[in-house]
């Protein structure tokens, strides 16, 4: 068989992530390679570390992107956080709770879980009742936004309440920051992941952190070693720590480490307020369109995330149909439903880059088209006005 160099055809990319990448950031990436420990490439990753801190509202100096994706991230919190033994009060309202209660229970501790229906924000009520009934609980855990599903969740209350009841935080967010606030010192955050193939508009494979004092506190007083040894923060530290005596861990992502600097880069020379203003304004023109259309959002509107939206698929329309012509006719790539939500939503995300006029129009237009060719029972002609209005 004869192999060719890859050449991937150019889609928009308007599902849960990977969403579309700037141009400015692969071109970033394609810089030439320097050493790991080259004092250029040091200066670089000091500079990565000051506008994490910025994009998660933070002074933690422990603060960093791990060299994995935001999965690497999840277990770097609880790999680190939970000590055989521990209970760990995990919320779940979607796919990414069930893989933190998998975490707990493989750093040896038991998960003591808070259900919430698929599509709903996390309930403080019955957080509250669990930190009542399990007072011996250490942690507790939970996903700002369940991509899962569009859901946002109060992150400031729920933290509120573990700290009333003396426990540490491991917070969720890859697919809020950059997105929607994100206010880790504000909101007194202890341990917090994202991934940076969503708001922040990057290639998939890191993972920020930023762990508090509090959290490091913990983990300086483990009695047992981390049992993984490339996820053990005492160790990854001698290399994204500070000063000049770096010493090899592992060699780092360089060119996806230039990339992740260039959208943060971007995101500052935004603001952070005016980037959650896009997505919010683009939201509510998608929005405007997909309901015209007579589609329906899963998710109460007080509890939506702008940057994904979960709509319910008419009645008797073929999920997989659809979203295969749009990727074949349009070169549009929208989600599909996971877990108990398979086949019956659709997830359109509008994160980072791809939260932009142009892509709602091709998302609206495209949709109506392979819709009404189908046949499905939805109001044609009039969602792109609606969106063209929420747009003005
Ligand atoms: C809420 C949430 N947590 C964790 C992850 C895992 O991130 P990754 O796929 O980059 O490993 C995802 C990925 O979509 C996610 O949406």
Redesign the pocket.
Known sequence: MQFRPFNPPVRTLMG??PSDVHPRILEAMSRPTIGHLDPAFIQMMEEVKTLLQYAFQTKNELTMPVSA????G?ETCFANLVEPGDQVIVCQNGV?GG?MKENVERCGGTAIMVEDAWGEAVDPNKLEAALKANPDATIVAF?H???STGAQSDAESLVKLAHQHDCLTIV?T??SLGGTPVKVDEWQIDAIYS?T?KCLSCT?GL?PVSFSERALEKIRNRKQKVQSWFMDLNLVMGYWGGGTKRAYHHTAPINALYGLHEALLMLQEEGLENAWARHRKNHLALRAGLEAMGLTFIVNEADRLPQLNAVSIPQGVDDATVRGRLLNEYNLEIGAGLGALAGKVWRIGLMGHASRAENILLCVGALEAVLSDMGADINQGVALAAMQKALD
Do not use: C, I, L
Request: overall charge negative; hydrophobic content about 30%; proline content about 15%.
């Open positions: 849960p992530g994706p935001g999965s690497a999840m990414f893989r996903v936004a369940e991509t969720d890859v697919t991934g193939q998939p993972s």
